[in-house]
C-alpha cells in the first residue's frame, strides 16, 4: 500500500508539474519581475528624470499646479516621489479613472511622458494571465492549487531532504536534472509553500465569497466595517463656502511621524469649507499591507479628522499574509532576497519541465519507438521550448519595445503588448520548425543578447540614474546567466547520441 500511495504521488507530480507546469514558470517568471515592478516602471519611461526634491516641496509645486489648471475639480491626486518612483503625478477625478499630468519635480510644470505598460503589465500577467479579471483571477487560483498539489507530492516522493539537498552530480544528464530540482526545491520549499499559499489569501472572498454572502448579505463595505477597517470621521460640512486650502506641509510631517514614508495624498472639494485631506502611506512601510487606509485631515483647519484604524486580530492576520506575498516590507535587501527566491524558483520548475524529456529522450530517439509516442515526446519539447526560453524572450522584448516604439504610436500601451505576445508565439513557432536543441541554444541566446543590451540601449534612449542603472546591470547579470545555460546546452551531446552510442556498445559487446 505504501509504495502504492507513493507512486500515485509520483504520477500525480509528474503529469500535473508537465501539464500545468508551462503555465505555473509564466505565473513565477513575471511574478519574480514583478517584485520590481516601480523601477521597471521608471525605466521604461525615461522621461522622467530622477531628484532628490523633498516631498513637501514635491506637494507644493503639485498643488500650485492644481490651483492654476484645476482649482473648480472635486477631487485632486498626488503621487508623491519615492525612493522607488521620483515622478511627480497629479490627477482630477477619482484615482482608476481620473485624468492623471505628470510633473517636474524641480520647476512643477508639465513634463511629456511616454504611454507605457510599464512593470504593471508583469504583476498585472502574474494574477490574471492577461485574461479578463474575473476569469484570469480564478484560473491562476486554480494554477496555485496545482501549485500545492505539486508541493505536498514532491514532499511525498522524496523522503530523504537533506541528503537530496547536499547531493549534486554535475555532467551526468538526466541525474543533474533530477538533482538540481531537488536540491532548489528543498532549498526553497518554505518559500514555496508561503508565496502559494498566500496567493490564495489575496483573493479569498472572490474565491470563497459564501462567509460574506452569508453574514451580511454580499455587502463587501459592511464586512469590512465590521472588521474595524473602515475610516470614521466626523460629519462633513457642506462643500459650498469658498475657503483657502490649509499649508500641506505640517500635514505632511505629521502623518510621516505616524505612518513613516509617505505615497501621496488626495484632497476632496479643495478650496471649499468642506475640504478633506487624505495622506496615504507607502506601501511597505510594515508587513501587513493596509492599502487604501490613510490619514484624514480638515483641509481648512488642518485638525486630525480621523487616523488609520487599528485592525483586528483576525483581518490583521490576513493583511500580513498578503504582505508576504507582496514583499513590499523590508526595504531592498528584502525585495532582492524575494527576487532571488523567484529566480531560482523558475529554474527549479524549468528543471522539472526538461526533466520529463530527459528521462524520455533515449527511449523515443530509439527507432522502435512508436510513431505517436515520439509526436508526444516532439510536442513536450517544443512546449518546454517556447514556454521558458520563449517567455523570458518576450519578456525582455517587451523592454525593448518600450524604448523604440515610436513615442507617439496610438495605443502605444496596447503595441507593447503585442510585441510581447508576438515574441513568445513566434518563439514557440521557431521551436516547432527547429531540433529541440538548437531553438534552446538560439533562444537562450538572443535573451542573452537583448538583456545585456539594455545598458547599451539606456545609453541611448533616456537619462541615466541609480534605478535604471540597477534594472540595466540585472539585466547583463541575468544575460551572462542565460548565455552560460544556451553554451552549456550547446556542448551538451543530445539524446540521440547517447542513445546510438548505448546501442553500439551493446553491439561490439
Not at 490651483?67 to 491626486?77: I, R, V, Y
Not at 508587513?287 to 486580530?313: C, N, W, Y
Not at 507617439?408 to 505576445?421: D, G, K
Request: one cysteine or more; aromatic letters at 10%; glycine letters at 10%.
Amino acid at each position: 500500500m505504501k509504495n502504492s500511495f507513493t507512486q500515485s504521488m509520483s504520477w500525480l507530480h509528474t503529469w500535473a508539474g508537465l501539464v500545468f507546469g508551462w503555465l505555473l514558470f509564466a505565473i513565477f517568471v513575471t511574478g519574480t519581475l514583478a517584485v520590481f515592478d516601480k523601477e521597471l516602471n521608471h525605466w521604461m519611461q525615461p522621461e522622467i528624470a530622477a531628484s532628490d526634491i523633498s516631498q513637501a516641496e514635491a506637494a507644493q509645486r503639485a498643488i500650485a499646479y492644481l490651483q492654476a489648471h484645476e482649482p473648480n475639480a472635486d477631487s485632486w491626486g498626488i503621487s508623491l516621489p519615492t525612493e522607488r518612483s521620483p515622478g511627480l503625478r497629479v490627477s482630477t477625478g477619482d484615482r482608476r479613472h481620473g485624468i492623471g499630468v505628470q510633473l517636474d519635480p524641480q520647476s512643477g510644470e508639465p513634463i511629456s511622458v511616454r504611454d507605457s505598460v510599464g512593470g504593471n503589465f508583469f504583476f498585472r500577467f502574474h494574477f490574471t494571465l492577461d485574461l479578463p479579471r474575473n476569469w484570469g483571477i480564478f484560473v491562476v487560483g486554480a494554477l496555485a492549487l496545482v501549485m500545492l498539489a505539486a508541493l505536498v507530492t514532491g514532499i511525498v516522493i522524496h523522503k530523504k531532504f537533506f541528503k537530496e539537498f547536499f547531493t549534486f552530480r554535475p555532467n551526468k544528464g538526466q541525474r543533474s536534472w533530477l538533482d538540481f530540482h531537488n536540491a532548489s526545491a528543498v532549498l526553497l520549499l518554505p518559500f514555496h509553500l508561503m508565496i502559494t499559499y498566500t496567493g490564495l489569501v489575496i483573493f479569498m472572498l472572490i474565491y470563497i465569497p459564501a462567509g460574506v454572502d452569508a453574514l451580511f448579505d454580499g455587502d463587501t463595505r459592511a464586512y469590512f466595517q465590521a472588521q474595524g477597517n473602515a475610516r470614521q470621521e466626523a460629519p462633513r460640512r457642506v462643500a459650498s463656502q469658498p475657503a483657502a486650502l490649509v499649508d500641506i506641509a505640517p500635514l505632511l510631517a505629521l502623518a510621516q511621524m505616524h505612518l513613516g514614508p509617505i505615497g501621496g495624498l488626495n484632497i476632496r472639494h479643495p478650496n471649499t469649507t468642506g475640504a478633506r485631506v487624505e495622506i496615504r502611506p507607502e506601501l511597505g512601510n510594515r508587513i501587513a499591507l493596509t492599502k487604501g487606509q490613510a490619514m484624514v485631515f480638515d483641509g481648512v483647519s488642518g485638525q486630525l479628522l480621523s487616523d488609520v484604524p487599528e485592525l483586528r486580530p483576525a483581518p490583521l492576520t490576513q493583511r500580513v499574509m498578503i504582505g508576504l506575498h507582496f514583499a513590499q516590507f523590508g526595504g531592498y535587501p528584502m525585495r532582492w532576497l524575494y527576487f532571488v527566491c523567484g529566480v531560482v524558483s523558475c529554474a527549479m520548475i524549468a528543471s522539472g519541465l526538461v526533466l520529463f524529456c530527459v528521462k524520455r529522450g533515449r527511449k523515443y530517439a530509439t527507432a522502435t519507438a512508436e510513431s505517436s509516442a515520439r509526436r508526444w515526446y516532439r510536442l513536450a519539447e517544443v512546449c518546454n521550448v517556447g514556454f521558458i526560453s520563449g517567455l523570458l524572450l518576450a519578456c525582455v522584448a517587451l523592454l525593448w519595445a518600450s524604448r523604440l516604439l515610436p513615442v507617439e504610436l496610438a495605443q502605444r500601451e496596447a503595441w507593447e503588448v503585442r510585441v510581447f505576445f508576438a515574441s513568445w508565439l513566434l518563439a514557440l513557432l521557431h521551436a516547432g520548425l527547429r531540433p529541440a536543441r538548437r531553438a534552446w541554444v538560439e533562444q537562450l541566446g538572443m535573451a542573452a543578447v537583448l538583456c545585456a543590451g539594455l545598458g547599451v540601449l539606456g545609453a541611448f534612449v533616456g537619462t541615466a540614474d541609480n534605478l535604471r542603472l540597477g534594472v540595466e546591470v540585472t539585466g547583463v547579470v541575468l544575460g551572462l546567466g542565460l548565455a552560460l545555460a544556451a553554451l552549456r546546452i550547446a556542448r551538451a551531446t543530445p539524446a540521440s547520441a547517447r542513445a546510438k552510442a548505448a546501442r553500439t556498445v551493446e553491439a561490439e559487446g
